[in-house]
Structures are given as structure tokens and as C-alpha cells.
């Protein structure tokens, strides 16, 4: 609480400030806003979250509260009392910063392809370090832009130095299941590891979590935007060299890596530098495609229902809703790091229910599917897999479904999703670091 007192002192000396407001109405303002905030509190907010909610409710006081938010920076300060309306550009430098993080990926992966013996042949280790490769000079660049002190750059290289022992000291038998996970798996442990050094080591914080997976939402947005340049570039570039004999394909070889690479960490240089120009994109795309979801996901419930084929789904098939799932949860996650939580519910929140509904459905017939196939064939590292991603989705659409059906009824405020979301995101980096660490040792390497 020491924390809150001396925000609301803060508050009160600069609405204290202002010509027009008297001692004694700044007295009753700031009553009013320690009800507000003992409200909040008593709604599970945590004591900063109720001070800014509290703040954002001062209606008279709006404009005081926006040039009081001017003059401070955060990013919640920014999204509860200015609604991103007025919010400062933030500045475009730090490019160098970014470029040497970007350029030593792009070099590390070249140098570790020539160490391989490509093209020539390409060893299982290669593949099972593809994320180390990178990801590491992303973190050492949330690192330095944060100022982390030398204890927190200990602690953001810890995970990446684990992962690399795990994955190399490992006897895994040459191309079997148990090397192709971790190549799959050990990504996505070593992103959300990178969410340590971007939230400054604040790892308890919610609001830097739900910070972290708008990060990630914007930084998908902006890597598929450079993909799609890149294509362009290298089509064009073939369509020009190929008249004077020139294997454009030869120089793809060598130059997607690197420029796949480098671009990890533009992107994420992108996502700090051009915060606004995405912000502003992701209402836009979560109203879009939100729906589209959300009808392709019903229909496809129902058939499936209807029809009775679900029974009949081939690993192929399994593997596209596995995907699938993914990709709604990814949708819902931004969405819901991109909606103003003092909002109230409205017809964006029921589609959304809509979709995770219909995902939920499938989910469970994914999951049905999944057990009669262990049931026969016994378990592998892929059902094993598979089935564990399945369970965590089941168990986060369920619990998103029942909270947003809570929020929608008037029976649980919206940040209750949100915290739902932020306290479950350590278990989507336990499962794929179990499928990294132990699946392996169950099943000797196979």
C-alpha cells in the first residue's frame, strides 16, 4: 500500500495544481477516489491496477487525469487514461541497438550451417539448436534496452545455457520423434524465457504479462509483414537475374536463413519503435478476424457433430486441428490484449464466446479421437505430445469460456479473464519445456 499512498500523493499535489480546484474539493476528490480504489480492491484488483482503474473513474477530473497521465510514463498509465488516443509516438531511434542483436543472429546461423557441412548434409543437431540460434540475441536485446543490472542478465541467460546443455548432451538417435519435438517444442520454452529480460524481470506483474503477449500478437504482425517483403523481393530478384544465368535459388539457400534471422529481432525493434501504428492495426484485425473464426469454427463443430466423422480423424487431420487450436488461441489472447478492460461487454465479446465455444467443441472431439488412437496403438512420443497440448487447451478454452460467460452476464469484471490468461501463461512454457526435458528420458530417445 506504501506504493498507492504515494501514487494518490502524487495525484493529489498535481490536481492540487490546478487554479479552479480548491483544497476542499481536492479533500472530497480524493475520498472519492480512495472508495473507488477500496472497490477495486475488493474486486481482486491488485493496488496499482485499483489506483489507475480509480483514476480512469474520476469523470470530472478527466482532464486533469490526462495531462497528470502526460507526464508519466507506463504503458497502463497510458491505456486507462488517455484510451491510446493522445498517446505519444514513441521514438523511432535505438536502431543501432537493434541492428548488431540482428546481424549477429543472421551470422550465427551461417556460421553454424557451414559447421554442419551444409549443403551437403544437415545434422539433427542443427535443427534441434534453430532456436538457440536466434532467440538469445533477442533476449540480449530486451536485455540492454531494458538496463537490466548484471544479476537479471545472469538470470536471462540462465534458461537459454539449460536449454543448450538439455539439447546437446541428450543421446537422441539420429531423425527420431523425440529430436523432431524438441526442434518444435524448444522455440516456443525459449520465447516465453525471452518474456523475462522484455518484462524488466517484473515476472509476477499481470499487466507485464498481458504487455508480453500484446508484444507477441504486434511482433507475429510485423514478421509476417517483412516474410511477405522479403518473397517479393527475392521473386523479383529472380525474375531480374534469371536472363543472365544466375541460381537465384542458390542464393535463396544462403540468404532466407540469415534474413529469416535478423528479421526476429527487427521485428521486435518494430513492435518498440512503431508501438502506435500496430496499436492502432490490432482493433482493426481482431474485429476482422475475430468473426471469421468464429463462423469457420462453428460450422465446423457442427458438422463434425452432425456428420459423426469426428471418430474417423487420421493423424493428419489431428495434427490441422491441433494447428488450428493454436491459432484461435493465439486470436483470443490478442484480442484480448488489445481491448480496453474498463470497456463493458459487448457484441465483439459474445463472437469471441462464439469461437472459443466452438473451438472448445472441437477441442473435446480432438481430444476423443486422440485417446481411441493411444487406446489402440499404445502411447509415442507424438500422441504424447499431442495429447498434452490438447489437455492444456482444453483446460484454457474452458476456463476462458466460463469467465467470458461470467463477464457477459454482468457476474465477474473483464480483468477476471484477463488474469485467467496471465496466470495460465506459465503452463504453456511448463508443457513444451516437459516435452523438451523429460519426454526424451520417457522414451529413451526414440
Known sequence: MDRVESQIAEWRAYVTKAPAVADRDVDELEA????????????DLTADEAFLVAVKRMGDLDSLSREFARE??????????????????????????????????????????????????????????????????????????????????????????????????????????????????????????????????TVRSHERRMDFVRFTGEWVIYYVLIALGGGVLLMLTGAILDPIGVEVERIAEWVLPSGAAGAVIVAA???ESKQHVVENMAPVLTMLFTPLFAVMLTVAAVTYVVSGVAAAFDRELLGVFD???????????????????????????????LAVG???????????????????????????????????LLVNLA??????????????????????QTRYLPVFAAWPATVVAVLPLVFAFT
Open 32 to 43: 472519492h477516489l480512495r472508495d473507488q480504489i477500496a472497490e477495486l480492491g475488493a474486486a
Open 72 to 201: 508519466h510514463s507506463g504503458r497502463l498509465w497510458k491505456q486507462l487514461v488517455l484510451g491510446g488516443e493522445d498517446e505519444a509516438v514513441r521514438s523511432s531511434g535505438g536502431w543501432f541497438e537493434a541492428l548488431v542483436p540482428a546481424v549477429g543472429a543472421a551470422v550465427t546461423v551461417q556460421i553454424a550451417r557451414l559447421a554442419a557441412g551444409f549443403p551437403q548434409d544437415e545434422p539433427g543437431w542443427l535443427l534441434r539448436n534453430a532456436g538457440l540460434l536466434v532467440l538469445p540475441f533477442l533476449a540480449a536485446y530486451f536485455a540492454r534496452r531494458r538496463r537490466l543490472d548484471a544479476r537479471r542478465w545472469l538470470l536471462t541467460a540462465a534458461p537459454f545455457v539449460l536449454a543448450a546443455l538439455v539439447v546437446n548432451l541428450y543421446p537422441y538417435r539420429p531423425g527420431s520423434a523425440t529430436e523432431l519435438l524438441v526442434a518444435l517444442h524448444l522455440p516456443v520454452v525459449l520465447w516465453l524465457a525471452v518474456a523475462y529480460p522484455y518484462m524488466d524481470g
Open 358 to 392: 466452438s473451438a472448445l467443441l472441437l477441442d473435446v472431439m480432438v481430444l476423443g479421437a486422440m485417446v481411441a488412437r493411444i487406446g489402440d496403438l499404445g502411447f509415442t512420443p507424438n500422441r504424447t505430445a499431442a495429447l498434452g497440448l490438447n489437455l492444456v
Open 269 to 271: 525493434w518494430l513492435v
Open 399 to 420: 476456463g476462458t469460456a466460463w469467465l467470458s460467460m461470467r463477464f457477459l452476464g454482468g457476474r465477474a469484471p473483464f480483468h477476471r479473464v484477463e488474469r485467467w
Open 323 to 353: 494447428a488450428l487450436m493454436v491459432v484461435v488461441l493465439g486470436l483470443v489472447l490478442y484480442a484480448m490484449s488489445a481491448r480496453d478492460p474498463s470497456r463493458p461487454a459487448g457484441l465483439m465479446d459474445r463472437v469471441q464466446l
